[in-house]
């Protein structure tokens, strides 16, 4: 993961502090900036958030070219040592990373072996001492050799003392590179600099950057020019900001993002694929990781209750090595709230290379996965700055629902009846969601009983299952309470051996059909003296409810999961966590 700036420009120094702001959501380990001022590059970096390296700074730091980092740690330890920037051995160049250099250890090895020191337990160090040995008086030469000898995913942005140019090389890590009149930007995110940018390019995989104040040029690592074509972008707004916790705003903004979802997936089209292609289709995997995973999950049990051809969810990382089978009758929706998930974007392109029809399913239609696959569609749920994902997962089932839905219907197995049943249902889902918010004092309340709890245990059937995964994620992932979802018929082969008093189980029970098996599962387990909590609309004895409204059964998914959102926030809100930037977790993970 990691964030990582360069610019140049008149005011070097704030654009780099307000970029690093805009992309701590991609690591919050440590923070740094090196500036160059004449000849020199005086260099700067912390522990911790931008806000430590902000204070930490001199007043008159000043300077026209500046690169900058904020990190997750992947190799070495969160410390200052660790930090990004890195001064090669001579202080002539200063390197930002983002990605993993896969044949460190050997350059390293090689790099001590001729007497350099190395300052740091990263795999990055080694780019900015690979620079200092190559160079013989001419820089871009140095970065072409430097290039040449790295394996791995890599972004990585190199300011040096001998001329004003910016470097960058790019391979499977993103980024992105804008231009002003007298100008440029280097950036992992389109987002943070477009409030500077007037027209941005995505550098492709393999290419060296080089910027200055009259444009910037595109190369291979052979050194050979390559053409790259720049967009226009819009303004984007300045951060937001909130009172109180990104988390809760975006919970609360659940209502209309479904609704919006709804109404951009009518505006756009919707599926829009070929007949030729539909006909062909004998398979469709839903791949994403986390959350995403889990709302593919979700989807995946929902249609197979309206069609009889395989869905099946994957997990991207798992994708991508063992042996799923793909060919011209496979689509595969791709789901990813940032679009730059580095195991989704493997696993798209391995399904492009293979003869599959990609179909990104994202928040950011700028990112990199769509620029990877045949076609995208916007899940339309607006900037997600928490790095628990909320309003992205409702809206991403939104749209995936509705695709499955038209798919299903394309295929004739399900009828023009049905599909506007769903499409129709849809619009009931915004008030459902009103509702529950509205009733979360007694969520709250909840919280404080959950808090205490050795672990939470949640389980659901069928389309509910998927719903607990989500939970459980949420829960474990903002309040470091030990967490677990199961299919609910699961439980007595093996996890019953760990109920007792100071656990608790949530049970996801909103499938009528199968309400008197959860209602079995329920019992088992309160038996055994935990503490049951049920999120249902129908009554179920030995738990306490949270109830939630009817709504159409293939619809649930989008609605249960909100108060298990709630509740993941208030249990860590009571456990004083850091609920927006929890512990070793970032909101963009660019590394396999
Ligand atoms: C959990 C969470 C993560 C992401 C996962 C995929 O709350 O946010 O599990 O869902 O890292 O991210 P995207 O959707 O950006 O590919």
Request: charged residues 20%; glycine residues 6%; proline residues 3%.
């Amino acid at each position: 993961m990691c964030g990582i700036f360069g610019t140049i420009s008149d005011n070097a120094v704030n654009d780099t502090l307000k970029a690093l702001k805009c992309l701590e959501y991609r690591g919050y380990d440590s923070a740094g900036i090196a500036v160059k001022n004449g000849k020199d590059i005086r260099l700067f970096k912390t522990a911790g958030r931008v806000e430590n390296l902000q204070a930490d700074l001199p007043s008159d730091l000043y300077g026209c070219t500046a690169i900058g980092h904020t990190r997750w740690a992947t190799h070495g330890e969160v410390c200052a040592n660790n930090a990004h920037p890195f001064y090669s051995y001579d202080r002539n160049f200063a390197v930002v990373h983002n990605g993993i250099i896969e044949n460190y250890l050997s350059l390293k090895y090689n790099l001590t072996a001729s007497g350099v020191n190395f300052t740091s337990q990263t795999d990055s160090e080694t780019v900015a001492h690979l620079l200092a040995k190559y160079y013989e008086g001419d820089v871009l030469q140095a970065v072409v050799s430097t290039a040449n000898r790295l394996q791995g995913s890599f972004a990585i942005v190199i300011e040096s003392v001998y001329d004003g140019n910016l470097y960058a090389v790019k391979n499977k890590s993103p980024l992105v590179v804008g231009v002003t009149d007298n100008g440029a930007y280097l950036c992992s995110d389109i987002r943070c600099i477009s409030r500077w940018a007037d027209k941005v390019a995505v550098t492709p995989d393999n290419v060296i950057v080089v910027a200055n104040r009259s444009g910037v040029k595109f190369y291979g690592f052979d050194g050979e020019p390559v053409p790259v074509k720049f967009f226009s972008v819009d303004k984007a707004e300045e951060e937001a900001s909130v009172d109180g916790d990104f988390m809760l705003k975006e919970i609360m903004e659940v209502p209309d993002k479904v609704r919006q979802a709804k109404k951009g997936y009518i505006e756009c089209g919707g599926l829009n694929l070929p007949a030729k292609t539909v006909h062909r289709i004998k398979r469709v995997y839903l791949v994403g990781c986390g959350t995403a995973y889990n709302s593919g999950l979700e989807v995946a049990a929902v249609s197979r209750q309206m069609m009889d051809i395989d869905v099946i969810p994957v997990i991207a990382s798992e994708f991508i090595y063992d042996s799923y089978p793909v060919d011209s009758y496979t689509l595969a929706f791709l789901i990813s709230q940032s679009g730059e998930t580095a195991d989704t974007i493997r696993a798209a392109e391995r399904i492009r290379q293979q003869g599959g029809f990609t179909y990104a399913v994202t928040n950011t239609v700028t990112s990199s996965l769509s620029f990877v696959c045949d076609k995208v569609i916007n899940i339309r749920a607006d900037a997600e700055y928490a790095v628990a994902s909320t309003k992205a997962y409702n809206c991403q089932l939104v749209t995936l629902t509705l695709l499955m839905t038209d798919l299903a219907y394309l295929k004739g197995t399900i009828g023009e009846e049905t599909r506007n049943k769903v499409f129709d249902a849809m619009d009931g889902l915004g008030s459902a969601i009103d509702k529950i918010l509205s009733d979360s004092y007694e969520i709250s309340r909840l919280a404080e009983e959950v808090k205490d709890s050795s672990a939470v245990f949640f389980i659901g059937k069928r389309a509910d299952y998927p719903t607990a995964c989500e939970g459980s994620l949420k829960l474990k992932e903002i309040s470091y309470i030990h967490s677990e979802a199961y299919p609910a018929g699961e439980l007595k082969h093996g996890t019953l051996a760990l109920m007792e008093q100071g656990v608790t189980v949530i049970a996801i029970a909103c499938d009528s059909d199968l309400l008197d098996k959860i209602a079995s599962s329920v019992s088992e387990v309160a038996t055994r003296k935990a503490r049951v909590i049920c999120v249902t609309p129908y009554s179920v004895d030995n738990a306490t409810l949270i109830k939630i409204p009817v709504v159409n059964r293939l619809l649930y998914g989008i609605v249960s999961v909100v108060p298990l959102q709630l509740l993941s926030y208030y249990v860590a809100k009571r456990l004083n966590r850091d609920v927006d930037k929890p512990r070793n977790l970032a909101k963009s993970v660019t590394v396999e």
